[in-house]
């Protein structure tokens, strides 16, 4: 008996060895670029309509993949792309990770985001090319699923672990958390916050440390008079930027109007935006004090650091509740920023109580500093060596298949002609204008919430969000929900390859698409709970697990033909620009109407795309194991 050929087996080697390891290596940078670069700007201060403008635009390069598709589908094999960008991913990683603690890092950072984008979609092109030469079309839907299952895993692995290990790195290398009490009774009396004098020489310590005071601040439960107390929290804040705080906001406020935002609503819309603008805030924007001459009371507590930082160190000190009565917020001095120049000068943290408590009550806020800087470093320095580890495991395990071949000598007419017959046969073909328009507007409603959901979970309880740490906000998408996203995508890959996605994808929409409630009742309830939240987000995760298969599979029936890597790499980049559009203007929309609002809006915007499934073209039988038939 002839024993197989090595590059027989080669070729043949079962799809368990690659498929895994492939989509958790393709998903991974699309994670960093689209979501862990939210949570790292949101850490270091930038604010939530810069951080989903510019983050947003990284979608481009999905977006335009198309473009160069063609080039990967002529030049080469698919096999050398795969390994040749998992070079340059790695090699981005750690650009960004070298340029974190450097003066302008945001500029700096975007940068080799653009070019981690740029290799990964072309990773992108030559993966999901390869995936379809390598199996059969049974086993592209069977293994959908773990391909869908191992690419959200890298996800949930990226908002997850990777997170958590930042939140550690930030909570083991700065300074102890300094813990402050706040107590409301009727019968407080409430010193004169007016007078600058009331800032105090402190007591300092041997070594560094944050220091609060007073440890435990008094509040009264009486009503001020509104004028009384914006008086009092503007003077807080102008304080509070003489000695240095809030700066990048103040210079970002002055360059609004340079802002790309800016640039497009001045020059695109004159000021029907602005009007826009003024509707939203009038009719759906936080109604916190309108139509009332009192406000609840406010105490101050001041912040200041124990010993002098070395001239080119910051310390950033974030103040916020940690647990208590929701009726009492920071309203001013949540982010601190200490250096060798003002760090003996106290910050005033503004706190303020609704103005319905009247009784006695009481809230811990925190003063954390961690290493900010540090700790995204260190993480970003791991995940360029994880990509030193899959460029060596699939240059040995990646199979050889029989169709991925190395074209012979193109010449540059033939190449040019090959480029458009590409784009001619993709858009010749049936129903191709409801395929496109149905890839758009999917996931027109989940492009905004992946972009805001972040933000919600970090941003302070006073702004509306549930005021996780780093470590929190990792360790819920790093556990519960991602098993339960993992089995959400094994359950979605089953079901299609026994009933086929024409059968399924109603239900797969709507278990994608409905969970998305989860965040409104978050955002009314704000609960404690920290069970109750990752059990929120489980839902969440399970659902969309279930619910992409779909989305993926529809895709692939989309791409089906000769040119199916470039035509799968269209519809791809028509998903990148339905999720790049959305999550543009997403962080300014919040930002308008608040998180309870907008999460409602986010459930509205998924009603379109549930509409359009029944005008799709699907086969019955795609997907479908055939009896009596080789479904290698």
């Given amino acids: 008996m002839n024993k197989p050929s090595a590059s027989s087996a080669k070729s043949k080697r079962s799809p368990w060895f690659w498929i895994p390891s492939l989509y958790f290596a393709e998903g991974l940078p699309y994670a960093v670029v689209m979501l862990l670069s939210v949570v790292l700007y949101k850490r270091m201060g930038v604010s939530n309509a810069d951080i989903t403008l510019y983050t947003s635009w990284l979608y481009l390069p ?8 063609p080039i990967v589908d002529i030049l080469k094999t698919k096999r050398y792309w795969i390994i040749i960008m998992q070079v340059l991913i790695g090699a981005g990683l750690g650009g960004v990770a070298l340029t974190i603690p450097m003066p302008g890092f945001f500029k700096l950072t975007l940068g080799f985001f653009w070019l981690l984008a740029f290799s990964s979609a072309t990773h992108d092109i030559a993966a999901d090319g390869f995936y379809m030469l390598g199996l059969s079309k049974h086993k592209q839907a069977w293994f959908v699923g773990i391909r869908s299952t191992f690419y959200r895993i890298s996800i949930i692995f990226v908002q997850g672990i990777l997170i958590m290990v930042a939140g550690f790195i930030e909570s083991t290398t700065g300074l102890d958390t ?6 409301t009774a009727p019968a407080t009396q409430v010193n004169s916050i007016m007078k600058s004098d009331i800032i105090s020489d402190l007591e300092f310590a041997e070594d560094q440390r944050i220091i609060c005071e007073p440890d435990t601040l008094y509040i009264a439960t009486e009503l001020r008079n509104k004028s009384e107390i914006d008086s009092v929290v503007n003077f807080a804040k102008q304080w509070n930027i003489e000695q240095g705080q809030a700066a990048e906001e103040v210079v970002i406020k002055e360059k609004t109007a340079l802002s790309w935002w800016g640039q497009i609503k001045y ?4 000021q029907l935006v602005d ?3 003024v509707f939203l805030k009038a ?3 936080d109604k916190f004090g309108i139509g009332s001459d009192h406000s609840g009371n406010i105490g101050i507590i001041n912040v200041s650091l124990s010993q002098q930082p070395s001239e080119d160190q910051e310390v950033v000190v974030n103040f916020g509740r940690e647990s208590g009565d929701k009726s009492i917020s920071c309203i001013e001095g949540d982010r601190i920023v200490f250096n060798s120049s003002n760090w003996n000068i106290p910050v005033m943290a503004v706190i303020q109580i609704d103005s319905k408590l009247k009784t006695i009550s009481e809230a811990q806020f925190n003063a954390r500093a961690g290493n900010i800087p540090l700790a995204w470093l260190i993480t970003f320095f791991i995940m360029a060596g994880m990509f030193v580890i899959f460029f060596s495991y699939h240059k040995v395990m990646l199979p050889h298949p029989d169709q991925d071949l190395e074209h012979q000598k193109t010449d540059f007419n033939q190449l040019v002609s090959n480029f458009i017959l590409t784009f001619k046969k993709f858009f010749t073909k049936e129903r ?14 989940e492009a905004q919430l992946v972009k805001i959901a972040p933000l919600f979970m970090l941003d302070a309880y006073e702004a509306g969000g549930m005021s996780l740490t780093t470590g929190q906000y990792g360790f819920i998408y790093g556990t519960l929900g991602a098993l339960a996203l993992t089995l959400g995508g094994i359950l979605g890959g089953f079901v299609a390859a026994r009933q086929g996605l024409k059968y399924w994808i109603l239900w797969m929409a709507l278990a994608m698409k409905f969970p998305d409630v989860v965040y409104v009742f978050l955002s009314y309830a704000q609960p404690d709970s920290f069970a109750l939240i990752a059990s929120c987000v489980a839902v969440e995760q399970f659902g969309y697990g279930f619910g992409f298969t779909a989305y993926m599979l529809f895709m692939i029936t989309v791409a089906e033909g000769k040119h199916k890597t470039a035509h799968y790499a269209l519809c ?31 459930l509205f915007c998924t009603i379109p795309g549930l509409l359009m499934i029944k005008f799709l073209l699907i086969d019955p039988e795609f997907g479908k194991k055939k009896i009596g038939v080789n479904n290698d």
Avoid at 62 to 69: D, G, Q
Avoid at 178 to 183: A, E, K, L, N, R
Wanted: a positive charge; aromatic letters at 22%.
């Fill in 267 to 270: 020059y695109l819309f004159g």
């Fill in 432 to 445: 191709i204008v409801l395929s496109i328009a149905f890839i758009l507007i999917y996931r027109f409603g």
């Fill in 178 to 183: 300094v813990t402050t009490t706040i107590i």
């Fill in 283 to 285: 009719n759906f924007g």
């Fill in 275 to 277: 009007k826009l603008e």
């Fill in 62 to 69: 999905w977006v335009i993949k198309p473009l160069w598709s």
């Fill in 572 to 602: 791809t980049g028509f998903m990148a620009l339905g999720m790049m559009i959305p999550g543009m203007f997403s962080g300014w929309l919040q930002e308008l109407i608040g998180y309870q609002h907008f999460f409602i809006w986010v």
